[in-house]
């Protein structure tokens, strides 16, 4: 099979040959690099923090300035949480006011990125265990652009967003992070983005600083897991007990923490920061691996 009839092959044989170019042209200006770039999961919290100068904005703008400078972010969002699973497309993603009540400087701010429709093919073509979709409608939630601005707040970095199928059970997503190794050598920051304890039911705004009991126990038993490389246990967040079902009622926060153990090798170092549990029910804690 020649070169251009495999990667028709690989990409379903529905994209034009304008796209493979495109294609053609991102993987050479990719070389693979001899080191692996490093992933985050970030707790995202409130909407707020996107404008806000606070521990946990100060905290991603470090971030941003301490690792190498990335070809492109790749973003699994909360808040992307759909019956498929798709990759934004599109020359230039909207920014999606995904929220109610808050302030008007909130809804006023636009994260005007480039995107990469040849990295968004590149992604689909990596991904074996479902038919990936290229998206041209979605753009960028908050779960993605709170976080991103202040890392990046040129705006000049592509960013994209890879939908989570919520159709699928916690080690499917597991398994399909590790489709994406590829591009952690090619200079593309991989980010998941929600909240390891995530229950906005019970939340209490009189606990600003502080969480319940089981709050805390949760948040610390995530961490001794991850630390510890028990990726079957957070795999299986179900069996945790009464402190785990109050902290992940629905899974959609938790399961970009999944992509990211997913993609972790054996040689990268964890670490954490804003380790916080606050408003009783939410904990901040984010993930640095790499």
Do not use: C
């Not at 053609?24 to 992933?39: C, F, G, I, R, T």
């Not at 970095?157 to 699928?168: A, G, N, R």
């Not at 997503?173 to 593309?188: I, M, N, Q």
């Not at 992940?248 to 992509?259: F, G, M, Q, S």
Request: glycine share 8%.
């Amino acid at each position: 099979m020649k070169r251009n009839e495999f990667i028709k092959s690989a990409l379903g044989g529905a994209i034009a040959m304008e796209s493979l170019k495109d294609l053609y042209k991102w993987n050479e200006q990719l070389a693979v690099k001899d080191s692996l770039m490093p992933m985050l999961f970030v707790g995202h919290g409130s909407p707020m923090n996107g404008i806000e100068n606070n521990e946990f904005s100060q905290n991603w703008k470090k971030f941003g300035t301490e690792i190498p400078v990335p070809t492109a972010v790749l973003v699994v969002s909360a808040h992307w949480y759909i019956p498929s699973t798709k990759v934004t497309a599109m020359n230039a993603p909207r920014t999606i006011h995904d929220f109610g009540g808050f302030p008007k400087a909130l809804f006023d701010v636009q994260y005007p990125v480039p995107g990469s429709p040849a990295l968004a093919q590149e992604t689909a073509s990596l991904i074996h265990k479902t038919k990936v979709g290229l998206d041209h409608e979605w753009g960028l939630d908050h779960g993605t652009w709170t976080v991103v601005r202040h890392m990046y707040p040129k705006a000049n970095i592509p960013v994209l967003q890879l939908s989570i199928d919520y159709t699928k059970p916690p080690r499917y997503h597991y398994e399909l992070a590790k489709e994406l190794a590829a591009l952690r050598k090619k200079g593309v920051l991989i980010i998941g983005s929600g909240n390891m304890v995530h229950n906005l039911r019970i939340l209490d705004w009189h606990l600003s600083d502080k969480g319940y009991d089981w709050a805390i126990e949760m948040n610390e038993t995530l961490k001794s897991l991850i630390i510890k490389n028990e990726h079957d246990a957070l795999i299986n967040y179900e069996r945790l007990g009464q402190a785990g079902k109050l902290s992940i009622p629905t899974p959609e926060h938790y399961l970009p923490l999944l992509y990211i153990l997913g993609l972790k090798e054996e040689k990268d170092k964890v670490s954490f920061f804003n380790d916080k549990t606050m408003l009783g029910a939410i904990s901040m804690t984010s993930v640095k691996v790499g």
